[in-house]
């Protein structure tokens, strides 16, 4: 890869931009701040990025026990609310929920961190190395047993943390803020992946591993397939995805790191 790279004069200055993804194709199936600011740095660097969400977001069926219970959060009826994925805060922030001071934020996830401070929300407290909800289980921030507490999550989410929360008799509402639903990737991206002109695939959570999988399988060995962090490796592999590179931090940036550490092996 390094044999590859095109170097360029900044408009600016002399100094000389590396475009190091040069010839690389990589698809982005996600839409959203996530997909925008990835194809701008992907852009910089020389590859051509695809975007091409395969998963959307509806209203989730109960409108009104949402509204009641962000009411309730706008209101300082929560100690703590936890957010268990970007799409919940793109809720929040669509809805333009304002978070008291006196509710703490946890983040469960690796791409939810980041879509908080991309909304202006603050972050209080993260899992440590497993950003899963079996980790914060097992790391719960000091206080978090007797607070009360507010999920807004997909409709369809594992019950793990919800049960988790009731074994511990932690007084926890959880209420449906939205549900997933897949969208079909075009003919002309799934025939790119196949025939190896989309050389990197780019992972961003566990839902969108499990729809790449539902749609692209078989994936040629030759495609590099890069997730934001361990979780999302590990819901990838478990889907059957041949997992290449994974970023140490959940940051956009790790995450291109990633991918460039991994070409130029």
Request: with cysteine; charged share 20%; net charge negative.
């Amino acid at each position: 890869m390094t044999d590859f790279a095109i170097r360029e004069v900044s408009p600016t200055s002399s100094i000389p931009i590396v475009k190091r993804l040069a010839g690389q194709t990589v698809l982005i199936p996600r839409g959203g701040n996530f997909a925008q600011d990835i194809s701008n740095r992907l852009t910089v660097l020389g590859a051509r990025a695809v975007v091409a969400p395969v998963i959307n977001f509806a209203s989730a069926d109960d409108s009104a026990a949402l509204d009641e219970a962000l009411a309730d959060l706008q209101n300082g009826n929560y100690d703590w609310i936890v957010l268990t994925s970007a799409t919940a805060v793109d809720v929040l922030h669509h809805l333009r929920i304002c978070i008291p001071e006196t509710t703490k934020v946890a983040a469960i996830g690796e791409t939810t961190e980041q879509a908080l401070t991309f909304a202006g929300f603050r972050v209080d407290f993260v899992p440590g190395t497993d950003n899963s909800p079996r980790g914060f289980l097992a790391n719960l921030p000091a206080g978090f047993d007797t607070a009360r507490v507010l999920v807004p999550h997909a409709e369809t989410s594992e019950p793990l943390l919800e049960a988790g929360l009731a074994e511990r008799e932690i007084a926890a509402r959880f209420v449906s803020a939205y549900k997933t639903v897949g969208v079909a990737l075009p003919t002309d991206v799934i025939e790119g992946v196949r025939d190896g002109s989309i050389t990197s695939i780019l992972v961003s959570s566990g839902s969108v591993a499990r729809y790449l999988a539902e749609q692209l399988q078989p994936i040629p060995e030759s495609t590099a397939i890069v997730c934001i962090g361990p979780r999302t490796a590990y819901d990838a592999n478990n889907v059957g995805l041949s997992v290449s590179a994974t970023a140490t931090e959940r940051t956009n940036e790790a995450l291109i790191d990633a991918l460039l550490e991994y070409l130029d092996a």
